[in-house]
């Protein structure tokens, strides 16, 4: 008797484990986390003067206790218009891991926001596949007069496009996560 109550727990503890799920197969990816460790952004001149200017910020050690380094290769003119194209890449990945394409691919959940006062005009020049903006490609006009400022380039994962003025640039209100976030000083003269 004592043999067949300890058979009787036994299976209906194997019918219970087995029937949890049947959809044990279908998993969800895992979208994991960019290491971004390198923020470049080039300004090429389209009207009004100057010269190519490249922002960049290396971060080589992470999270570590070293500071990005940050370098701006030379000023904006004022009134002048520039085409820029921002890029992302892991460099401590060997070789260096470009996750620009990756953001492009999932625009839909990414967008590049450009914080400054009074340096000019920054219009989003790409979209994804729903016509929101996603900030790769973007277009500036310096500011008409000589100013000096703080740029800061900040990516967002998963933003709310729809919400007010994100889709002219506006980051109050995206919400989402923090990927990536560098400033850099500028000069329009």
């Known amino acids: 008797m004592k043999n067949?109550?300890?058979?009787?727990?036994a299976l209906i503890t194997l019918i219970s484990f087995s029937s949890?799920?049947?959809?044990?197969?279908?998993?969800?990816?895992?979208?994991?986390?960019?290491v971004i460790t390198t923020v470049t952004a080039t300004f090429?001149?389209?009207s009004g003067g100057g010269t190519t200017v490249q922002l960049s910020s290396r971060d080589l050690d992470g999270d570590g206790p070293d500071a990005p380094v940050v370098t701006v290769s030379g000023n904006f003119v004022a009134g002048a218009s520039y085409s820029a194209q921002v890029k992302f890449l892991n460099e401590l990945a060997n070789p260096a891991q470009s996750i620009?394409?990756?953001i492009h691919e999932e625009g839909d959940q990414h967008q590049i926001f450009f914080q400054h006062n009074n340096l000019g005009q920054f219009t989003y020049a790409d979209q994804d596949v729903n016509g929101n903006a996603i900030g790769l490609d973007v277009n500036y006009?310096?500011?008409a007069t000589p100013v000096n400022g703080t740029l800061?380039?900040?990516?967002r994962h998963e933003p709310n496009k729809t919400a007010p003025g994100v889709a002219g640039g506006n980051i109050a209100s995206a919400g989402g996560s923090t990927d990536a976030e560098v400033s850099f000083p500028i000069t329009v003269q």
């Open 20 to 34: 949890c799920s049947d959809d044990d197969s279908a998993t969800t990816p895992v979208n994991e986390e960019e």
């Open 44 to 46: 090429l001149p389209t």
């Open 141 to 143: 006009t310096a500011s």
């Open 152 to 155: 800061t380039i900040t990516l």
């Open 4 to 9: 067949l109550k300890i058979s009787a727990i």
């Open 100 to 102: 620009t394409e990756e």
